[in-house]
């Protein structure tokens, strides 16, 4: 009998397992095995994903639910790893605690490279692994290396097809399978949960905001940008605005600003409440209950996921400030804020947003065929090196005033990439000795300099 070990940081990641299991990716398993890990600063702060509305009917797909959280206590599970030493000790006892006993274990994982699911990866070793990708980073590269003896133990990369026609570059140094969830799947595991979920208090047709905390930015120019949001949707027409947290970590706040300013504005603001403590209201219950007529955000999954799941209109707002702010370069967040800058409409420009045409293969093609893969390699040219040759095709062809916010001109320098070496010096940039060198010559002055 094969156990199998599904790993999920949420209710959202448990919906995409869900669908993944009715979809039929796991075949007939002797026994499924739900691992719930809560990596937030202060856990304990905030309900727990099996109290949220609609987890009972998830829950069915599996046969036990786990915690890691309680697994690990007193240690933190966002940023622990067991000591190479303590891997055989941390098996044998969960296969005792969880009751394993010498079964062997499949393990479905989120991000292999970070948190409980690397930590889960080098305690259940040489079993066979699936990664699900949830959000729009498994379009980008792998954030960092993976250890080979679990990346070689990746058989699928399951995804939910948010870009038409363009498969995922996680994990593609190991030549894993990209294979894209069916729609219908995951719009009913959604229904199921909108259909638990407490009534929103938003009219339909009302326009979602997708606001998120403060990080990237200062929290005033964060606010400053909330209010344009605010000011522009009821620009074109919108009466009523519905403020969700877009990365399902906790609910969102309207700040007095926010509030005064729809106020000013006539138009009615709605902010949904789980009804438990820090425990977040998915968007994607909210498009299933209202029907939106206007999804705006700014690097979210869940914006792609009103227009390619749900065909809903969508525009973005404060991307170019972001690819501006975003550091370091290889910043996760990245490859997210350029999906949208690239492909959906600006909220600043209304006959844009009001004549957009649903996703196709050709239109994601054109605006991130190219640039994707030019911008995964800049931001990890060691794991992915194979990713150089259509980086330059795509700098040489394609590098303007528009593209230009997609890259650093430091970055490019430093890999020898287009635009910033001269055409006659190109050969420089096809020679791994030159740019060895180089690098070379530069740690040198480097520390002359110190």
């Not at 522009?232 to 969102?252: D, E, N, Y």
């Amino acid at each position: 009998m094969t156990i199998q070990i599904f790993v999920a940081s949420g209710l959202h990641g448990t919906a995409v397992l869900a669908a993944a299991v009715d979809s039929g990716c796991f075949g007939d398993s002797g026994r499924r095995l739900l691992l719930l890990c809560d990596t937030r600063a202060v856990p304990e702060a905030a309900a727990p994903a099996e109290t949220l509305p609609g987890f009972g009917r998830l829950r069915t797909r599996f046969d036990e639910v786990r915690s890691w959280n309680d697994a690990v206590l007193p240690l933190h599970p966002g940023s622990w790893t067991p000591r190479a030493d303590d891997v055989p000790l941390w098996e044998r006892h969960l296969r005792r605690a969880w009751g394993l006993g010498d079964e062997e274990v499949e393990l479905v994982l989120e991000s292999p490279h970070t948190g409980p699911s690397q930590a889960v990866a080098q305690i259940f070793t040489g079993g066979p692994v699936t990664v699900y990708a949830s959000g729009l980073t498994g379009y980008g590269p792998t954030g960092g290396k993976v250890p080979p003896l679990v990346g070689t133990r990746v058989r699928h990369l399951l995804h939910p097809g948010l870009l038409p026609g363009l498969e995922p570059l996680l994990l593609g140094e190991f030549g894993t399978v990209p294979r894209p969830l069916p729609t219908a799947a995951l719009r009913k595991v959604f229904g199921e949960l909108a259909d638990a979920a407490p009534d929103p208090g938003a009219p339909e047709g009302a326009a979602i905001l997708l606001l998120p905390g403060t990080g990237t930015l200062p929290a005033a120019e964060e606010e400053e940008l909330h209010l344009r949001t605010v000011r522009s949707t009821a620009a074109l027409g919108h009466t009523h605005l519905v403020l969700v947290h877009p990365h399902h970590h906790g609910p969102v706040t309207a700040t007095p600003a926010v509030r005064a300013e729809a106020a000013r504005l006539g138009v009615g603001l709605t902010v949904p409440d789980s009804g438990l403590p820090g425990a977040p209201v998915l968007a994607e219950v909210l498009y299933e209950r209202l029907r939106p007529a206007l999804v705006v955000g700014r690097s979210s999954t869940a914006l792609l996921t009103a227009a390619a799941l749900y065909g809903l209109p969508v525009a973005r707002t404060g991307t170019g400030t972001l690819l501006e702010r975003l550091t370091p370069y290889e910043n996760p967040a990245r490859i997210p804020v350029t999906i949208t800058d690239a492909l959906l409409p600006d909220l600043a420009e209304p006959a844009a947003v009001s004549g957009q045409s649903p996703l196709t293969e050709a239109t994601v093609a054109e605006a991130l065929g190219g640039l994707l893969p030019a911008v995964a390699f800049a931001m990890q040219p060691r794991v992915r090196p194979d990713l150089r040759p259509a980086a330059e095709r795509y700098l040489s062809a394609h590098l303007n005033a528009r593209t230009w916010r997609y890259f650093k001109r430091r970055r490019l320098g430093s890999l020898a990439l287009p635009g910033v070496v001269p055409a006659r010096l190109s050969f420089v940039r096809r020679n791994a000795t030159l740019r060895r060198l180089a690098r070379r010559a530069r740690a040198l002055r480097r520390g002359a300099g110190s």
